[in-house]
């Protein structure tokens, strides 16, 4: 059972990830977690306590080192979603996908296949299901069509299912909506997964309705049936846009007919459509390509191609989330439309200096946006970011004790008396003095420490780290400045609580 769980669910093998509750609550009651990633690997004893139902459950990367995956997965993170409902709606379609109940009760709808495959080819296809479903703003995982491994990136993970086996929570379900156990899911994965050839030729079918010959297929999908209330005004308005550009002399007419035919209680919206007409008459308007209800349909790459669709109006790449490499300074993977780009902090606040950097790394400029929104962006962003655990040598705390132990074992002075003459540092086996001036002038020579570093924030760290106290001793009746640290401090610096955590993992 285990050997065959881990074949299914397999990623990248040199990281997995945890989620762990913080202690924090959400405005919305919704208890607030912490999402690392431990870089190192994934063993039998991770697959195996997660069966066993022990905390936490086991989060793994789909995305491998070499860019490709064999699951990708739709994350509906709706509390009341009607799952019975949605396993009809999968079944009649026919799709070749396996839901599965998440912790929250939610779903996590799963695409199998049974070699790895690449993870733009995987993400391509789950944004085409996804946007036939309604689903288009859900996460996708992968979240990445590529990382770049050799920079220290990894992608981002997932809680596999089945945590606690058969006594879970995280079960799949069959094509009726019923529960499955663990060695069911099995059987049905054998029905569903999808080999490489069946993946690329696989794709949504879009019956289009005669009259929205052209139209955006996210338009067509929600006209199958009479848009109810709650949405017919925004699609009263998509619709006059595209009658607007097919049929220019006589779109008013065709408005009236389309309302008539395709809402509910189209009566109650002669009012609205005589503003939309008015409003419309002698300017152009675009697609709410980005707002309800359409944007849960949104397949922009199939709109682009229709006669009447979004044309050079394709919504711009979304930023779908950030990841932190815990190093010292912190640098930062940010998900652009699938693809990474690496920045610092001040490159990621500012929002200018992002899309430099997403044209020089993806060829991919962005669309401007103005300060106080992507501060508002960029704050709902940190609520759900995901830490990558940087090897020690990263940390400010390492590169200066390295930088320190080298200048103390450097010509040292004889006596304390030796250092006031030559201004070279002194150990007398317990302790090590030195002059704090001919310290920093030799670490800036050494261009390793960052140069954004002042003096004053250097001394705080020495401090913090190394319990470096300022001594005034007195040298041939003369009193001089030093600075002294223990001598073990070189050996292992005292390190913040918070500046490395251990493993959730035993």
């Known amino acids: 059972m285990l050997e065959r769980f881990k074949e299914i669910f397999a990623g990248?093998?040199?990281?997995?990830?945890?989620?762990?509750?913080?202690?924090?609550?959400k405005a919305g009651g919704k208890k607030e977690t912490d999402n690392k990633v431990y870089k190192s690997p994934v063993t039998d004893n991770h697959w195996k306590r997660h069966l066993e139902g022990m905390d936490p459950a086991l989060g793994v990367v789909p995305i491998r080192a070499d860019n490709t995956c064999k699951w990708g997965c739709l994350d509906i993170d709706d509390y009341t979603f009607d799952h019975k409902k949605f396993s009809k709606v999968l079944k009649e379609r026919n799709l070749p996908l396996i839901m599965f109940r998440s912790k929250s009760g939610g779903a996590h709808v799963f695409l199998f296949t049974k070699e790895f495959v690449p993870a733009s080819l995987m993400r391509l296809k789950l944004k085409l299901i996804a946007a036939s479903l309604g689903?288009?703003?859900?996460?996708?995982?992968?979240k990445q069509d590529s990382i770049k491994a050799e920079r220290g990136e990894t992608g981002s993970y997932l809680n596999v299912p089945y945590h606690g086996a058969n006594e879970t929570v995280r079960y799949a379900?069959?094509?009726?909506?019923n529960a499955l156990s663990l060695e069911e899911f099995f059987e049905l994965y054998e029905k569903k997964v999808m080999d490489l050839e069946s993946l690329e030729n696989f794709s949504v079918v879009h019956k289009e309705i005669d009259d929205f010959e052209g139209a955006p297929p996210c338009i067509q999908e929600i006209c199958k049936d009479k848009v109810g209330e709650g949405m017919r005004n925004e699609m009263l308005?998509?619709?006059?846009?595209?009658?607007?550009?097919?049929?220019?002399?006589t779109w008013k007419v065709q408005l009236l007919k389309y309302n008539s035919k395709y809402m509910q209680n189209h009566e109650e919206l002669l009012s609205e459509i005589n503003g939309i007409i008015k409003g419309m008459e002698n300017k152009e308007y675009k697609y709410k390509c980005d707002q309800f209800p359409i944007c849960n349909f949104c397949d922009a790459p199939t709109c682009a191609t229709k006669k009447f669709g979004v044309g050079d109006d394709v919504p711009r790449p979304e930023i779908t989330d950030i990841r932190k490499f815990n190093s010292d300074p912190p640098l930062y993977f940010v998900n652009i439309g699938g693809k990474s780009v690496e920045c610092d902090s001040l490159s990621l606040h500012d929002f200018d200096k992002?899309?430099?950097?997403?044209?020089?790394?993806?060829?991919?400029?962005?669309?401007?946006?103005?300060?106080?929104?992507?501060?508002k962006q960029l704050s709902k962003l940190f609520t759900k970011i995901e830490t990558i655990e940087a090897p020690e040598a990263t940390k400010l705390s390492v590169i200066m004790r390295d930088i320190l132990t080298e200048y103390l074992n450097k010509g040292p002075a004889k006596d304390l008396k030796d250092l006031a003459a030559r201004s070279r540092p002194y150990n007398n086996g317990e302790y090590s003095y030195f002059k704090w001036t001919h310290f920093l002038s030799y670490v800036r020579k050494t261009k390793v420490w960052p140069e954004r570093k002042t003096k004053e924030s250097t001394l705080k760290l020495m401090e913090e780290h190394f319990d470096m106290k300022e001594e005034f001793p007195k040298v041939e009746g003369k009193t001089i400045r030093v600075m002294k640290v223990p001598s073990m401090k070189l050996d292992k610096p005292?390190?913040?609580?918070?500046?490395?955590k251990p493993s959730s993992f035993a």
């Open 237 to 249: 308005y998509n619709i006059a846009v595209y009658l607007k550009k097919r049929f220019k002399d």
């Open 135 to 142: 689903y288009s703003k859900v996460e996708i995982f992968p």
């Open 173 to 177: 379900f069959d094509v009726n909506g």
């Open 354 to 375: 992002l899309s430099v950097l997403s044209m020089d790394q993806n060829d991919m400029p962005l669309m401007p946006i103005g300060k106080q929104i992507w501060r």
């Open 494 to 500: 005292k390190v913040r609580v918070n500046e490395k």
């Open 12 to 25: 990248l093998d040199s990281a997995y990830g945890a989620t762990t509750l913080n202690g924090k609550v």
